[in-house]
């Protein structure tokens, strides 16, 4: 089997991912630096953060993201699908609509809960 | 020692350099095109200064960031802190192998490059997230979670509206959508419905005018980049001009053609001629959607959160499967 295609993704990642640190490096070694204890603090407003920044956050985010897993997983099959429509004909085409409608059927209920409206 | 094996590692370090190379003067040539072109679009003069009419400005900013201090703020994640521009500037460039620039010019000829490129690409919406969550900034945490919501959905109507084209050539691979399009015509008279829905989709998951809630500045300062400074802020700047570049090739390859010219021509058939000719069309066409891109940005006001979000799900998502569904029957009962 050809590993060419692999071996391009794995090389090219290596060599972009020496290209990024490396100009970071470079870009360390030429800078002045300037260490004072306001540099450190988070930028808002020039008031001190009140609270934790890492703590609780709008459930919104969450409901999009099973959305989109949902969604992510079937576009792979449609792509599949997608190059042998062809030889699958008619019937491929109404079995793709009946997944799509079970799918469809989920995000129009989510709809219908008034979960695609952003709070 | 083995000729071939020599000739394919010369070929990688020439394609990969070339690659890397080629993300620079974009990100330059982009940014430049903005700054002086956003500024004729409101009667101002722009960037005039630096080299003939300002050229260089963007240029000269680019050497400028190189040279400033990089700060981390105290109670940052220190180590994700320093990944988060490395990922997302990896999304932009590692979806580079797959785009055919001409004739026989392309890094990876993969037989499933755009499963590959959407794959990749989408890869981005990590970057921003630890971006923003990496920096401990309330501005950058919204910033953050706001673009993984924003990238999340418009993605779904993005890869759905290239499935048509995908049904029309029959083939996962560029340069075989592109070899349909030399004998059947180019793709977007008959996908001329899912365009728009394209072209929006692809402007929303780039983060750009009007989508550009990612780092609305009169709400979030800059979104998850507010904390970073020096290189580490360059290679986000960077990866998101490169990006814009990138969606417009990759419009211009799967609807306009890539590398064809609007013509019949013979030299389309490969050769030195050829790849010339290919690279000139393409960087026509690519930078002709990048103009459009920045003059959106010049025209339109930016949208509400809550309308962004409604509008991937509710319209562009149920439109991209019916065009899906109206493509999917044309070709089967036509016998395409």
Known sequence: ?119 | MDWTLLLGIGRFILATTLLLLLTIPTAFVVIQMELKIIALMQLRIGPNRVGPGGMFQSTIHGFKVLAKEDTVPDQADRATFTMAPWMVYMAAAMSMLVIPFAPGLVAFDSKISVVYFFAVLGLSVVGLLVAGWASYNKYSLLGGLRSAAQMVSYEIPLTLSVVGVVVLTGSLSFTEIIAWQLHHGWAFLPQILILPVFFIAATAEINRAPFDMVEADSELVAGPFTEYSGMRFGFFFFAEYVALFIMSTILVTLFFGGWLAPWPFPAQLGGFIGTIYGLFWFFLKAYIFVFVAVWMRATLPRLRVDQLMGMAWKVLLPLALVNLFVTAIVVVVGKL
Do not use: N
């Open chain 1, 1 to 119: 089997m050809d590993q060419t295609g692999l071996l391009y993704v794995i090389g090219f990642g290596f060599a972009a991912t020496i290209f990024v640190f490396g100009t970071i490096l470079f870009s360390w070694l030429i800078t002045h630096r300037r260490r004072r204890p306001q540099k450190g603090l988070p930028y808002e407003c020039g008031i001190d953060t009140i609270g934790d920044t890492w703590s609780r956050f709008g459930l919104a985010f969450y409901l999009y993201a099973l959305l989109f897993v949902a969604f992510d997983v079937e576009i792979i099959f449609v792509y599949l699908w997608a190059i042998v429509v062809r030889a699958v004909s008619i019937s491929g085409i109404v079995m793709m609509g009946i997944f799509l409608a079970i799918l469809m059927f989920g995000e129009l209920y989510a709809w219908k809960k008034g979960d695609l409206r952003w709070q």
